[in-house]
């Protein structure tokens, strides 16, 4: 069942087709062979009936002129000496029965249509039955003058009638038939043995070249075809390693490219990280130096403008940092840490950030 539902190979199905075709031609041409060797051997056995017939019309001229019986029964002897002959019979002119031997001639017989010549008068299942008509002038020794200006017409005295049986032609039949089938039946082995073997030579480099497909479809490298095999085989192996030099130069420009712009990247995220804590650095000098002028008796209005310019150097210090995460993100060091936070702290920052310029422009602006 598993065979049946699983797609044949491409060796089995060249074997299926092969097998059910060379199995249809060999039992076609016995039956043709057959049928035509059963033609042949027929139509020898009928013509030696014929012959059989003349021969026994020919014997049997005194019999039938002399009306005896005796005479009749050397020549009915031997035309029962014939292969297969079976039955005899001598027939007047006014088809009264001269003499019968072996088995019954008389098998429906018509006897008013018999010929003047020899003829196949009835066939049957089992038999032929040959008629032939006898004439005065077969009388042996004697010819006809050469002075007769016309020669006198041969006079029917009779007939014969022979009865031929078909059982060796049966039996050369079924011999015929059989002999044909093992003969087929041979040749078509020898046959299917020597197409098995030159298909096998044809499937064998498809085989390897489909284990190489899979070996490269999983991944692996270096995959080659042998070439060997047919020219058009040949030219798929070509094919095939020529497909994968080029996938394999392509895989490694691609890891060229990659390797190029994980390094780049790298040095980017490395120079952010510099740059970044380099500006860390003075930012936070600045930042300091802001603290201690807020903390040396400023009017409300210069604490005011070093309040803002400590919150922008604190936002740009917090930018940094930012740079600095984009930089362990790249890298994989990333780690969340959660930060409480004030709202209206923050919008009253990003206010008083945003008041000078809304100040030149003439605009109001408001603390939350």
Same mark, same amino acid.
């Given at each position: ?19 059910? !075709? ?26 030696? !009936? ?7 019309? !020919? ?7 002399? &009306? ?80 007769? &200006? ?37 040749? &078509? ?49 070509? &094919? ?28 980017? !995220? ?99």
């Amino acid at each position: 069942m598993r065979f049946i539902l699983k797609r044949p190979s491409f060796l089995q199905q060249l074997a299926v087709t092969f097998t059910l !075709g060379i199995i249809c031609l060999s039992l076609l041409s016995s039956f043709a062979i057959s049928k035509l060797s059963y033609q042949i051997v027929r139509d020898k056995l009928v013509k030696q !009936g014929y012959q059989a017939t003349e021969t026994f019309a !020919g014997q049997s001229t005194l019999a039938l002129l002399y &009306a005896s019986k005796e005479n009749a029964q050397e020549p009915a002897r031997a035309a029962l000496a014939f292969p297969d002959v079976r039955g005899v019979a001598i027939y007047t002119q006014d088809y009264t029965p001269l003499m019968s031997q072996g088995e019954s001639v008389l098998e429906n017989a018509d006897r008013q249509t018999w010929p003047q010549q020899v003829q196949l008068d009835q066939e049957t299942e089992k038999a032929w039955y040959f008629v032939a008509p006898v004439f005065a002038r077969s009388v042996v020794g004697q010819n006809e003058s050469p002075f007769v &200006a016309s020669p006198q017409k041969p006079e029917l005295i009779g007939f014969v009638r022979l009865m031929m049986s078909k059982e060796k032609l049966k039996a050369m039949k079924d011999n015929i038939l059989y002999s044909n089938l093992a003969v087929s039946a041979a040749f &078509a082995v020898v046959f299917l043995l020597f197409l098995y073997g030159i298909t096998k030579r044809l499937t064998i480099p498809l085989k390897h070249l489909a284990n190489k497909m899979r070996r490269a479809q999983a991944g692996e490298q270096n995959v080659r075809a042998k070439v060997r095999g047919p020219r058009d085989i040949i030219d798929m192996e070509n &094919a095939f390693n020529s497909m994968m030099s080029v996938l394999e130069t392509r895989e490694r420009q691609l890891e060229k490219a990659r390797d190029s712009a994980l390094e780049s990247a790298q040095l980017k !995220g490395e120079f952010a990280a510099n740059v970044s804590h380099e500006l860390r650095t003075p930012l936070n000098a600045v930042l300091g130096m802001l603290e201690l002028l807020h903390d040396m008796g400023l009017s409300s209005k210069q604490t005011e403008y070093v309040t803002v310019a400590r919150n922008a150097g604190e936002a740009l210090l917090k930018l940094i940092e930012d740079i600095l995460d984009f930089s362990r993100i790249e890298a994989g060091m990333l780690k969340l840490q959660p930060v409480d936070f004030v709202l209206h702290e923050i919008l009253d920052e990003v206010v008083g950030l945003l008041s000078g310029q809304a100040q030149r422009k003439g605009l109001e602006s408001g603390r939350c």
